[in-house]
């Protein structure tokens, strides 16, 4: 199964970057892409794609026979995905030749079979394109082994038939189709909001090629106006699973009626740049008692002060934190700030033991060439969730749990760098001044092997000088 995963996305992006250097110039949307993609896929479900393949190939305008593809598919299938768009709009900056070469480049890649696999091909394929332009990769879309790991992290196998996950800001939908792979046959309910529509249709096609069957996505600013609703009330999911927007201002400055103000921010309205804290607020609004939320948040987010101080420490409090895993830096697009994963518990989920778990996860990373992101290998996830799951250190993770107490004495900071036990750092027993004493006795030993290479120089000096004289 992985190999062919491997296979498919490999042909993907070899065709891709062949297209592109065949003509440079050209800016292949990613919409366009991935609708080609999905549409190619549709004709071998339906076993249409001869005739409608050849019909299609002698129109001279690439654009043009896309669209009559794509409703055509529609009249046959009622496709969801497809009836939202259409190639004009989305292949404005594509030359013809390069879309033309990508579509007669993909139908000869065998895109049948079963559909997870096909999901997790194209989002390595996606991670490729994202790389290809800094435009592209803004904002877009998680990384496809760090949501790996948030959804393996989200405990999804534990889920009824039944379930409900929702993202609520979806993106390009990797978060959700990651989620509804590791599901498999047990389809749960696929929910999300996007505020960007272009993101939102990226979102629409990948849970398309995914196979989910059961979703329901809304366009709109979830914080301002939230969309996914029953009844005058927020709808509850088992599982929140979010890559929130960090330092975005998610609204104007005293601004402050806001819808289900008090189901969402009764704690303390966050800042209007604290975009990541709000989510986690709506996240928290949205789960059911017994849920789990994993959000994907900026390390700043951990000690910042002010009203999120106080944020943090009132679900300290409650005890809604339950896991903090700080990540390498560099392993998202277009950023070398270091992420980490916050696992939060609903009501009911809440333990009465006042610990949360920490996991530093920070130097764990390999880089495939310089410029590119940092990514997290297979093992690297295995250690990260045995970390979690073992509430112990593993291969290159450092694991504590934490008690309230000890945070409390921190400033209410989660930060692993200050709170995790470290054999360079002072014990609970070490006081300050033999802190400082042993800093002053490391400054004494620099200071000595520094006298010691000064007098190495002077004495290489003068040799030099000696033979120079002779």
């Not at 919409?31 to 393949?53: F, K, P, S």
């Not at 995905?81 to 890649?109: C, G, M, Q, Y």
């Not at 000064?454 to 030099?464: A, G, I, Q, R």
Request: with cysteine.
């Amino acid at each position: 199964m992985v190999a062919r995963d491997d296979a498919v996305s490999s042909v993907l992006i070899h065709v891709f970057d062949d297209v592109l250097s065949r003509d440079p110039g050209t800016e292949l949307s990613t919409a366009t892409l991935l609708l080609t993609i999905v549409l190619i896929r549709r004709l071998v479900v339906l076993g249409t794609g001869g005739e409608l393949w050849t019909k299609a190939a002698s129109d001279t305008d690439p654009t043009r026979a896309l669209n009559s593809l794509k409703d055509t598919l529609v009249q046959l299938d009622q496709t969801r995905a497809l009836k939202f768009f259409d190639f004009e709009s989305r292949a404005s900056a594509t030359r013809p030749t390069a879309l033309r070469s990508f579509v007669n480049a993909v139908h000869k890649i065998p895109l049948g079979g079963d559909e997870p696999a096909l999901a997790r091909a194209v989002m390595r394929f996606l991670d490729h394109v994202f790389h290809s332009s800094q435009k592209r990769a803004q904002g877009a879309a998680t990384p496809p082994e760090v949501a790996e790991l948030m959804v393996a992290l989200g405990e999804l196998d534990s889920l009824p038939a039944e379930a409900s996950i929702c993202d609520p800001c979806c993106g390009a939908g990797v978060l959700l189709a990651q989620a509804h792979v590791e599901l498999g046959d047990n389809a749960a309910s696929i929910e999300g909001q996007e505020l960007n529509a272009v993101m939102l249709q990226q979102c629409r096609i990948v849970l398309e090629l995914a196979g989910a069957s059961r979703v329901q996505l809304a366009l709109g600013d979830t914080l301002r106006e939230p969309a996914l609703v029953t009844n005058d009330r927020l709808r509850r999911y088992d599982r929140v699973l979010a890559d929130p927007p960090h330092s975005m201002r998610w609204r104007q400055d005293g601004e402050e009626q806001l819808p289900f103000f008090e189901e969402r921010f009764s704690t303390e309205l966050p800042p209007a740049r604290s975009s990541e804290l709000a989510f986690l607020l709506h996240a928290l609004a949205t789960l059911k008692p017994e849920g789990r939320a994993v959000l994907l948040l900026s390390e700043a987010f951990l000690t910042r002060g002010g009203k999120e101080r106080l944020v943090r420490q009132a679900l300290l409090e409650q005890q809604r934190f339950a896991v903090i895993v700080t990540l390498p830096p560099g392993v998202l697009y277009n950023t070398s700030l270091r992420p980490v994963i916050v696992i939060m518990r609903g009501r009911a989920a809440a333990r009465e033991e006042d610990e949360v778990l920490l996991v530093d996860a920070s130097r764990l990373v390999e880089r495939e060439r310089p410029g590119r992101r940092g990514v997290l290998s297979y093992e690297h996830k295995q250690a990260i969730l045995t970390a979690v799951r073992r509430g112990e250190d593993t291969q290159g993770c450092a694991a504590q749990r934490v008690s309230l107490a000890a945070i409390k004495r921190a400033g209410y900071t989660l930060s692993p760098n200050r709170l995790l036990s470290r054999d360079d750092a002072p014990t609970d027993e070490e006081t300050l001044t033999q802190a400082l004493g042993r800093v002053r006795a490391s400054q004494a030993e620099c200071a000595r092997w520094q006298r010691t290479l000064d007098h190495l120089l002077e004495s290489l000096e003068s040799t030099d000088a000696h033979g120079v004289e002779e």
